[in-house]
């Protein structure tokens, strides 16, 4: 599938040790793009977008490299990146880069050649500073909420091109688009207080441009009503190889309701045709089927790139139903997974939400809609939508992808799906569902039981009279996170904390790494990373490591 969540999670902290070349020319915010063009000075041009909808207000980062590789899935350790310092370093808020805005973050000459992989550089924010290079702040709220990297996280990112680019010398540039998906890559945890910090978990999707192409519309409700969609989301969807629908772009409408989806890349998957999902907390979900996206592709610079599919008005369509809001929630273990939801609409199965579980808890929510479902085949005349007659309103299937979180992983998580109603058929209910994932190869059979736990404990020596420290642990398999998670405190001049790692798979070799982090002002700083040698697990409790800790 074209969308891969290419990021690790939980791995060791990585240093950006990476081979400098090229100079970077920073444009312009608000492009569109404009497909090939001949230029003067740069053969590659790097543009930024975001493909989401969430409950920020603003999720801005700061980005100080890019670097291009021509192997595929080059490690973001090797040494052999061709790579470009944006100095100074360059400060987005995502989610002003939605409805098809893009910023034009660098203009790069390169080496011409055919490259494969490409990788992206945040700044993480300085420990003990009030100015942070990367932070959110939440819908009706100005405060900023620092985003850290937190144990494990690295602060870069290295992705496969969804096809390999050529980077010529004769004065015409390529355009790629990388798709930085805000919502996705902020993830919560919250601690035993009830306190919420906010992680960033960088997810990168890279786009050519010179092959996209858009959709345009407006998903209004009328003027006098009083049924305002909630967490209003647009979708375009592509069918993947196991038959359901994936998630390409997905945007906020504008405050008149208009959208634009872009870019949208004519490609294996799609063949340059998308559905349109239309989702809401509180309306009926809404298809717009087979729209036919031109591209940038052998167009004049002036040509329209977008299909529309014009002006819808929810509350007018006979068909749709306005209802109000049930909840699914639960926990998913190992904590920090994924949960998706789906829901059948014309005999297609799409995706129409997708967040992680938070970090400590394992806790997830969705609000969602039980009103019924309707969709019409795209035209560009009127379109007539019909209620879905097989599908009962309100139902839905939630599963746990986990086996696309990381696109070199070795060790996958089994898919669990559940499929629920989130009405009686007279009210909104709430459902309350837990999922536990054990590993599996690629072909879905269970390598283990997650029968295995590691224990062992953290001491402080010589900490200050009055600090206190946190300390995270988390278990590695051949290098990837595969489950468990836990944290102690320690506070004094001597102190000692048990830990216990849960939920490991039986027979696997691990290595426990403990991070030592500092909470202050909501941000964290890492002071060391201490790592145990190999344990070969076995069933039940495993004597882990001792880790000592001295100031």
Not at 477 to 506: C, M, Q, W
Request: proline share 5%; net charge negative; aromatic share 8%.
């Amino acid at each position: 599938m074209k969308l891969n969540d290419l990021c690790q999670f939980l791995k060791p902290f990585l240093q950006s040790i990476l081979a400098l070349c090229g100079v970077a020319i920073l444009a312009a915010c608000g492009s569109s793009g404009s497909g090939n063009s001949a230029v003067s000075g740069y053969n590659v041009a790097v543009k930024i977008t975001d493909a989401s909808g969430c409950d920020y207000n603003h999720v801005v980062v700061t980005i100080d490299k890019v670097a291009f590789n021509n192997r595929l899935n080059a490690s973001k350790d090797d040494n052999d990146w061709t790579s470009v310092t944006l100095n100074p370093p360059v400060t987005i808020d995502l989610l002003q880069l939605q409805n098809g805005n893009t910023l034009n973050l660098a203009n790069l000459n390169i080496p011409p050649g055919i490259y494969k992989s490409f990788l992206l550089s945040v700044v993480p924010n300085t420990p003990g500073s009030s100015t942070y290079n990367d932070y959110v702040t939440l819908i009706n709220s100005t405060q900023k909420l620092p985003l850290s990297f937190p144990p494990g996280f690295p602060n870069r990112v290295a992705i496969n091109f969804n096809k390999e680019i050529t980077v010529s010398s004769n004065g015409t540039a390529s355009n790629i688009v990388i798709d930085f998906d805000a919502c996705h890559s902020v993830v919560t945890s919250t601690d035993a207080q009830g306190y919420i910090l906010y992680f960033l978990k960088p997810r990168l999707v890279e786009v050519n441009e010179d092959q996209s192409g858009g959709i345009v519309g407006t998903i209004t409700t009328s003027s006098t009503s009083v049924t305002t969609p909630e967490h209003l989301v647009v979708k375009a969807e592509v069918k993947g190889k196991d038959g359901n629908y994936y998630v390409v772009r997905q945007t906020r409408p504008n405050p008149d309701g208009s959208f634009k989806l872009y870019p949208l890349e004519y490609d294996d998957d799609s063949k340059g045709v998308y559905d349109v999902v239309v989702v809401s907390d509180n309306y009926g979900t809404l298809a717009v089927q087979d729209v036919i996206v031109p591209t940038h592709e052998d167009a004049p610079l002036s040509a329209t790139i977008s299909a529309s599919i014009g002006t819808i008005q929810l509350d007018a369509l006979p068909a749709v139903t306005w209802s109000t809001t049930g909840t699914f929630t639960g926990t998913i273990t190992p904590k920090g997974n994924d949960v998706r939801i789906r829901e059948t609409i014309g005999g297609r199965t799409y995706q129409v939400r997708r967040r992680h579980s938070d970090l400590q808890t394992g806790v997830f929510t969705f609000p969602l809609s039980w009103g019924a479902t309707i969709s019409a085949a795209y035209s560009t005349g009127n379109m007539t939508f019909v209620a879905d007659s097989l599908t009962t309103a309100g139902s839905y299937t939630a599963d746990t992808p986990t086996g696309d979180w990381d696109n070199d992983d070795q060790m996958v998580l089994n898919n669990q799906p559940f499929h629920f109603r989130i009405t009686d058929g007279t009210k909104a209910l709430t459902i309350i569902h837990d999922f536990t994932l054990v590993p599996v190869d690629y072909f879905g059979v269970p390598l283990s039981s997650l029968t295995s736990s590691v224990s062992g404990t953290v001491t402080a020596v010589n900490l200050p009279a009055n600090d206190v420290e946190k300390v995270f642990l988390i278990a590695l398999i051949n290098g990837k996170f595969v489950a468990g998670i836990d944290e102690v405190t320690l506070s004094g001049l001597t102190s000692r904390a048990t830990y216990t790692i849960d939920h490991l798979p039986e027979g696997a070799v691990a290595t426990v790494e403990a991070y030592i982090a500092d909470f202050e002002q909501n941000s964290t700083e890492t002071i060391t990373v201490l790592k145990s040698s190999p344990i070969t697990l076995g069933n039940g409790s495993n004597i882990g490591p001792d880790f000592t800790l001295t100031e």
